[in-house]
């Protein structure tokens, strides 16, 4: 207790006798403040950049089989899938639960969602395949190297893909029959300098060993534009339109109504 009590009467005497020190009023160099409407850049930025190609590779596929994967529970069912990587998230339309193979995988599948048993499994020539969305019985999905696959929901044909760019780190979206899905377009055929977007906090601890690929120019001044944010017809494939946008999207575009939202991870909501 006497020890309390010293510490205590110590204590107050400081607090009695303290003066705060002036904060200065500077504030720290942000270039923008949050909620920044950088509209008329991006608009410019969209004007002043090339015009997307429109020129994709296609993918391919190949029936796959696969074999002692299933295993029957109390509640259920287990599925191992030959990979065992990393697996983004199932999806179910119409009974059929659609899973990729997994993160370091080349394989897609279509299962029963009651049961369990495969309906078909497919070979890609990609890797790393997203999770998959479904409309107008076709199932799409991304590869994060690098093509977007259209296939049949019932039998996994092969419909329409597009090697889009290396890497695809994001789901495709669709609504009322138009896919949606960004892609990295600094690379190769535009033929810029690296630049760097001022509205991206820079990361601490990156590795100079890193190589960063050749990227388009500021069209603005400000804002860079290195990846394009592109729809297509479900049925087709058919590109109705491209536009330029500042970095890879998070996780999935999406679509209310008439509109559509996306946030790039150099923190831009659009």
């Known amino acids: 207790m006497k020890i309390i009590s010293i510490i205590s009467?110590?204590?107050?005497?400081f607090l009695a006798n303290w003066t705060p020190i002036p904060v200065s009023p500077e504030q720290p160099p942000h270039t923008l403040s949050d909620s920044t409407d950088i509209l008329a850049d991006i608009l410019s930025l969209q004007e002043k950049m090339p015009i997307p190609s429109e020129k994709f590779s296609p993918g391919?596929?190949?029936?796959?089989?696969?074999?002692?994967?299933?295993e029957e529970t109390e509640n259920g069912f287990t599925i191992t899938l030959p990979n065992r990587s990393l697996t983004p998230s199932p999806t179910?339309?119409?009974?059929?639960?659609?899973?990729?193979g997994g993160f370091g995988s080349k394989e897609f599948y279509a299962f029963d969602a009651e049961t369990g048993n495969v309906l078909w499994g497919m070979n890609l020539d990609d890797d790393?395949?997203?999770?998959a969305v479904v409309e107008n019985d076709i199932v799409v999905f991304n590869t994060e190297s690098c093509t977007i696959f259209a296939l049949n929901y019932q039998t996994g044909e092969h419909l329409w893909s597009y090697f889009l760019g290396d890497p695809l780190m994001s789901t495709p979206s669709i609504?009322?029959?138009?896919?949606?899905?960004?892609?990295?377009?600094?690379?190769g055929n535009i033929g810029l300098p690296p630049a760097k977007n001022i509205y991206s906090p820079s990361l601490p601890n990156q590795s100079s060993q890193t190589v960063s690929p050749p990227q388009p120019e500021p069209s603005s001044g400000n804002l860079q534009g290195t990846h394009v944010l592109i729809a297509m017809e479900l049925e087709s494939g058919n590109i109705l339109w491209q536009k330029w946008i500042d970095g890879d999207i998070m996780s999935s575009p999406i679509v209310v109504d008439e509109e559509l939202y996306c946030t790039t991870f150099p923190v831009t909501l659009y």
């Open 175 to 187: 609504k009322d029959g138009i896919v949606y899905t960004a892609y990295p377009a600094g690379r």
């Open 92 to 100: 179910i339309y119409k009974g059929i639960l659609y899973v990729s």
């Open 128 to 131: 790393g395949p997203s999770s």
């Open 60 to 70: 391919h596929v190949s029936p796959r089989e696969i074999t002692q994967f299933l």
């Open 9 to 13: 009467v110590a204590s107050l005497l």
